[in-house]
């Protein structure tokens, strides 16, 4: 069968920059579409092609004209959901492929994608099962029966399964099929600082469950983990690629695991550097294990601080305490491993709490800070709690740059400190 992955085009929306002009809170992410890869790793039995419109936004109807896909499988995160309806309709409306939505969103909110554009939805991982499902239409078979597969009814609520949550869902034995985006590899770079890199999943999900996290949509709330072996392949099919980004919600969620991984970097020769995710009570724990990493490659940590004291951690479920924080910050700075620390601020900040926050940033050697609005996404904790304040239903901008729910300030007077708070904090930022 021909199948045709589509990674939709930028298209998340800015209120502080349509409505204020303040454009420097308008964030843009440029990186190779993993899950799609991933998936097409799994298809060889197949004719595959990635359409990544971030990277070639006029693309679709060239691709649906010379290709003629039979499957079309679209992928997105929140703010793309309804850019994602917007696709599957164009492909009705050009050729009678069967269109398959999935991602994060689609795992969190399936009944959002109930509609008549849409055949079917995948939620989970998706890897194997969606090469299931790609058989049973090739075949004509029954599909209705697939863990982890929703056929659509529109006009009626839709129900689904527990997302599955088992290592034979990652197939490990089939690479991701990096080859092809080769054609838009020039796209993926951090223009700002200059830094091609290459992405690789090592585990998927997370062991915590803080409140504002969508990721338990993925396994279900369970933590899987690539074998060591499978990582090693996986990065050294990227050769000419100088860094990494190990792209888990949590590399060293399995602190004994991480520990071997990182001794099998070291032996590998690959000569790469590594970003990946941390918790700073794993800093703490287990700085010989940083150590360690360093020395195999480690370049940079990405580390939820999200607040500043305990009880805005408290509040998040965050499971963690500010001083530990602060003591991740400093063995970190003795490591040598640049920190980009990710902080949330909340909707209901007023001008005490940008100035905390401000000094806060100013005071500690954080390289490049990522602060982020507190935004009750579809699925999570958050959103149960905080449903009946929402303002703002367009997911166009849960963008995590946008307050959606009231703000205690005066709006604009609201996205000037935040934009103040980011050219503050990001004076000096390197990676």
């Not at 080769?182 to 700002?192: A, D, F």
Request: negative net charge; proline residues 5%.
């Amino acid at each position: 069968m021909h199948i045709l992955l589509i990674n939709p085009p930028n298209c998340g929306r800015s209120i502080p920059e349509e409505r204020y002009g303040i454009t420097s809170l308008k964030q843009i992410f440029r990186g190779e579409p993993l899950a799609l890869e991933e998936l097409a790793g799994n298809l060889l039995e197949h004719t595959v092609r990635i359409l990544d419109l971030k990277a070639d936004p006029d693309g679709l109807d060239r691709e649906l004209s010379e290709f003629q896909p039979d499957v079309v499988g679209i992928t997105g995160v929140t703010c793309e959901a309804n850019t994602m309806l917007r696709l599957a309709a164009r492909v009705k409306e050009s050729c009678p492929a069967t269109v398959v939505v999935g991602g994060i969103h689609a795992s969190n909110d399936p009944g959002f994608f109930n509609q008549a554009t849409v055949d079917y939805i995948v939620v989970g991982i998706g890897k194997k099962v969606f090469a299931e499902l790609v058989c049973a239409l090739e075949s004509d078979t029954n599909r209705t029966d697939l863990p982890g597969v929703i056929r659509t009814t529109p006009g009626r609520e839709v129900t689904w399964p527990a997302v599955r949550n088992c290592l034979a869902d990652l197939v490990m034995e089939r690479p991701p099929a990096y080859a092809l985006v080769q054609r838009y590899r020039s796209h993926y770079i951090l223009e700002k600082l200059g830094i091609t890199m290459g992405f690789v999943a090592s585990a998927f999900g997370c062991p915590h469950h803080c409140l504002f996290c969508s990721i338990q949509g993925q396994t279900g709330g369970g933590y899987l983990t690539k074998s060591i072996e499978t990582v090693i392949r996986d990065i050294s099919l990227l050769p000419e690629i100088p860094i990494i980004r190990l792209v888990d919600a949590n590399t060293f969620g399995d602190v004994k695991r991480a520990t071997a991984l990182g001794h099998a970097l070291l032996a590998s020769g690959l000569n790469k550097q590594y970003l990946a995710d941390i918790r700073s009570d794993t800093v703490v724990r287990h700085p010989e294990m940083l150590q360690q990493w360093k020395e195999a490659g480690l370049r940079a940590v990405i580390i939820g601080f999200e607040g500043i004291d305990d009880a805005s951690l408290s509040a998040m479920n965050k499971a963690n305490q500010a001083a530990m924080n602060a003591e991740a910050i400093s063995i970190l700075n003795d490591l040598g491993i640049t920190i980009v620390g990710d902080f949330i601020i909340s909707p209901d900040y007023g001008e005490d709490d940008f100035d905390r926050l401000d000094t806060y940033l100013g005071s500690r050697q954080i390289d490049l800070p990522m602060i982020t609005v507190m935004t009750p996404l579809p699925g999570t904790a958050l959103y149960k709690q905080e449903q009946h304040r929402i303002s703002n239903h367009n997911l166009d901008y849960y963008t995590l740059t946008n307050a959606v729910t009231p703000t205690k300030l005066e709006e604009q007077r609201f996205y000037s400190r935040y934009a103040e708070l980011l050219v503050n904090s990001h004076h000096n930022a390197r990676l």
